[in-house]
């Protein structure tokens, strides 16, 4: 897999750390491709600190950047280690980081770790995906089997990570945005997400 890829904008650069994923969602592009733009994003080890840094600079110096986006094949926060120990060098020249996410970090490590994270990262785009529990079950498919710890989680409790993460974002970065993919869902269901967001203090949110 490559550890750092350009999509669109040449003033950003995207970060894949992993291919783990704690959902199994019905539109994810992992089961149509192996990757994008170009780029092989599936498939190989994941990256240390030193293949990460050695990626990026194959594409460009940090001080070329605007945006560092960590978006990988799978859910970022699995790598909450590389995040974190990459954060100082990736804003050297003043770009900003941004987390692509499930929401799913403090089911992942068993611990609350929003802290952590905006120690590292500027922005969060969170995907919601749903409405409410029930729809976000049907279409992303929570994997129980994917986090570890002592107590056995249920679908539901994948949901309900989602929203404490995205109810309590705002406390830690300077910008938080909730998203949805506009295919999966009716305009009914787009709107009633876009309220849920709102209800819970997003203000930001985005169609896919
Ligand atoms: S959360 Fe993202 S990476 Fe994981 S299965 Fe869903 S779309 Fe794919």
Not at 34 to 59: F, H, I, K, M, T
Request: net charge negative; with cysteine; hydrophobic share 35%.
């Amino acid at each position: 897999m490559e550890y750092a890829y350009r999509y669109g904008d040449p003033d950003r650069l995207y970060l894949n750390g992993t291919n783990r994923c704690t959902n199994r969602c019905s539109f994810c592009i992992r089961y149509h491709a192996r990757g994008l733009g170009g780029s092989v994003l599936w498939g190989g080890p994941e990256p240390d600190l030193n293949a990460l840094q050695d990626a990026v600079l194959s594409c460009g110096a940090p001080e070329d950047f605007n945006e560092f986006i960590w978006c990988g094949f799978g859910e970022p926060t699995y790598r909450l280690d590389i995040i974190t120990e990459a954060a100082d060098w990736l804003h050297r020249g003043g770009a900003t980081v941004r987390l692509n996410t499930n929401g799913h970090a403090c089911l992942i490590h068993g611990r609350d770790v929003l802290a952590e994270l905006a120690a590292a990262v500027d922005a969060v785009s969170v995907s919601l995906n749903a409405p409410n529990c029930q729809r976000y079950v049907e279409l992303c498919l929570p994997d129980p089997g994917s986090v570890s710890g002592n107590e056995v989680k249920s679908p539901e409790d994948f949901w309900e990570s989602t929203i404490d993460f995205l109810a309590r974002a705002p406390e830690y970065f300077k910008e938080v945005q909730a998203s949805v993919v506009g295919f999966t869902l009716s305009t009914e269901e787009i709107e009633e997400t876009r309220i849920l967001a709102h209800s819970i203090g997003i203000e930001r949110f985005r169609v896919r």
